[in-house]
């Protein structure tokens, strides 16, 4: 499902002078303003931009970084330390883009799920919230954890099911801890190959800006923008076959 980046997207669009009114609704001090789970991006009625809201599912093992994700993606510190997430915690994040060929500017609403694994385990209903009406899911590895990446095939088969219209993305954390790493550039390439989903690298400080957490953010934009489109016209297309039935049968 993923599509080639930039295809649907300006790909980089925070570095262009044009995007600097939109980004700076994000922005607090040159830092990312946090979000509650009911405030929005204040907008003056010029802007005129559609929000659109997206749930998304952090996957993966104790200690891989779920948590530690989902605040370097809102642009938030995370602890040094690992504290177990004890139930499930969200996050919301404020993505602007911009369309390639209408040059229409959209902001994403992102609400990151994560549920910290040992309470997964524990309590049954956890998995079942998590991918109720779930968009898109990131399943997370560690660079510093081989056991996380042999794992990974095992974790996308077990929580997506085959009919699932679900944006999947894999993301390896750690990256930063290269010195320490357990999985090499060929593991990821045969990987990529194997299962057809991009991976992404993350790791180091919050504080690189928007440059280092747009890449995922742009990719998980244009996959969930291009899954919309393809659902938007498959309904296009029953309905105009529906209609040219009516057609029939009145004739
Ligand atoms: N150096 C480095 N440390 C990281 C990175 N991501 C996470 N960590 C550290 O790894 C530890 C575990 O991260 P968490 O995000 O709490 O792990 P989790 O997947 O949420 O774990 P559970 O809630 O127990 O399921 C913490 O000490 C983080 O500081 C990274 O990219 N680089
Ligand atoms: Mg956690």
Known sequence: MSVLP???????????????EFFSRILHKKRRRKFGLLEAPMMPPHMNVDTIRYKVFISGKTGVGKSALAARLAGLDFPRMHYETTGIETTVTFWPVKLKDSE?????RFEFWDCGESAMRRFDHMLPSC???????LFL??????????????QISRITE???RVVKLVVGTKFDLFMHTDV?????TRFKEVWGLPVFRVGGDVSAGLG???PLL???AEDLWHQDCIAASSVSIATAALSQTDTEIIV
């Open 104 to 108: 229409r500017v959209l902001f994403f």
């Open 6 to 20: 930039g295809s649907i997207i300006v790909s980089h669009w925070h570095r262009f002078p044009d995007s600097k």
């Open 131 to 137: 991918k109720e009406q779930v968009d898109a899911m």
């Open 212 to 214: 280092e957490v747009a």
């Open 184 to 188: 090499t550039e060929s593991d990821v």
């Open 162 to 164: 085959s009919s699932d």
């Open 141 to 154: 590895f560690s660079f510093t954890d081989r056991g996380s990446f042999e794992d990974l095939s095992n």
């Open 218 to 220: 742009n990719a998980l």
